[in-house]
Structures are given as C-alpha cells and as structure tokens.
T-cell receptor, first 119, second 111 residues
C-alpha cells in the first residue's frame, strides 16, 4: 500500500518568506508526527496529532512554527518569516493503525521528508 | 536525551553478517527496543522492534539480552544497499510516544 508522502520534496525560500509543507499519512493512521532533522543529526520531535487534535507541540522551536490537521488526515506544517536556522529536513511520520494491537500499532512510518533551504 | 548508546560507525564486508550493538541500561519494563535506519536523503525506515524475546523478520534479527540492558541488530547478509545510519530507540508503546533519536551508527558495507 501507499506509504507516507510529503510535498514538496525540496523547497528554497528567501529569509522572511512563509512556507507550507504538506504530509499525507498512511490511510487509516490516527497518529501523525512532525520531526525536524538538521544536517548530520538525528530527527528531533516537533509536534503530534491524534486525528485532528494537536496533543503535543512541545518540540516546536518558536511561535513561527504552526501545524494543523483539520480533518484528521492531511497535515500542514507552516513556518512563518523563515530564518536561515530553519534550514533542515522536515519529516512526517504516521502510526496507530486500526486493527493492530500493542507495539505494532504504535510503530511510526516515515515519509521521505521535505528539504528546506532558507537563503 | 537519547536513552541509548551506539558506536558512531562500523564497517562490514558485503555478504557478511553485520552486528550492530546498542546499550540501553536504563530501559524501563514497558519500553520496547525499536530499530530504524536512514539511507542517505531518505526518511527513516522501520526495521524491527522487540520487548524481551528475540525477534526476526525479513529484514533483520534483534537479540535482546536477558537483563534487557543491551541489544544487537543483525543483518545476516549485508549488501551495499544496507549502507545507512542505524538508530536504536527505546520507547513505551503508548499513543503519541515520540521517538528520541540519538546519533546512531553509520554502517558502511564495503565490497
């Protein structure tokens, strides 16, 4: 079946520009996560949705970062007034497949990421 | 902070078994060990997970010590396409449980 998809795959933005990154999770997955990965580092958690509810946004680095998932499926991560330090790969993951139980249900599957470069 | 410790890099000859160690001495009773890998310019790929028993799937085997303080991921016949950064993560399987990635092990499979 289809995995997690993200678009665009690459985005170049001028400093100060707003950007929107899209994530299409695996169909039927209830949970959706956003991670940020700086060059040479492991991914770091940004925020988590269960259906349309944003239950954890503790990892968002500033109030310039905003995420939404209005219908409990597609999610958008928006970064306002981008700065050079926002340059990173933004990864989306989904999990909590209905019909499974235990740890298998919680396994997160990642998309290919959006590589953002802010000039 | 990550709750796991992994060697920063390892080499393996193509066709041989790759054994990647991970220490997780502070693991709690309800925490699973998950392994992901990340091939260059791709998103992390789930490999396998386990609680206390050894596990095997089509990609790899996971050996967890009896005291659960360490584990080893085994790729039985490494190929060049297995070159990647491998992450060992411990996590309790509740909804919303974020993954905390460490630095991982950069595995280079050489011909």
């Amino acid at each position: 079946g289809a995995g997690v998809s993200q678009s665009p795959r690459y985005k170049v933005a001028k400093r100060g520009q707003d950007v929107a990154l899209r994530c299409d999770p695996i169909s039927g997955h209830v949970s959706l996560f956003w991670y940020q990965q700086a060059l040479g580092q492991g991914p770091e958690f940004l925020t988590y949705f269960q259906n349309e509810a944003q239950l954890d946004k503790s990892g968002l680095p500033s109030d310039r970062f905003f995420a939404e998932r209005p219908e409990g499926s597609v999610s958008t991560l928006k970064i306002q007034r981008t700065q050079q330090e926002d340059s990173a790969v933004y990864l989306c993951a989904s999990s909590l497949a209905r019909g499974l139980a235990g740890a298998a249900r919680e396994t997160q599957y990642f998309g290919p990421g959006t590589r953002l470069l802010v000039l | 902070d990550a709750k796991t410790t992994q060697p920063p890099s390892m080499d393996c000859a193509e066709g041989r078994a790759a054994n990647l160690p991970c220490n997780h001495s502070t693991i709690s009773g309800n925490e699973y060990v998950y392994w992901y890998r990340q091939i260059h310019s791709q998103g992390p790929q789930y490999i396998i997970h386990g609680l206390k028993n050894n596990e095997t799937n089509e990609m790899a085997s996971l050996i967890i010590t009896e005291d659960r303080k360490s584990s080893t991921l085994i790729l039985p016949h490494a190929t060049l396409r297995d070159t990647a950064v491998y992450y060992c993560i411990v996590r309790a399987p509740f909804p919303g449980g974020k993954l905390i990635f460490g630095q991982g092990t950069e595995l280079s499979v050489k011909p």
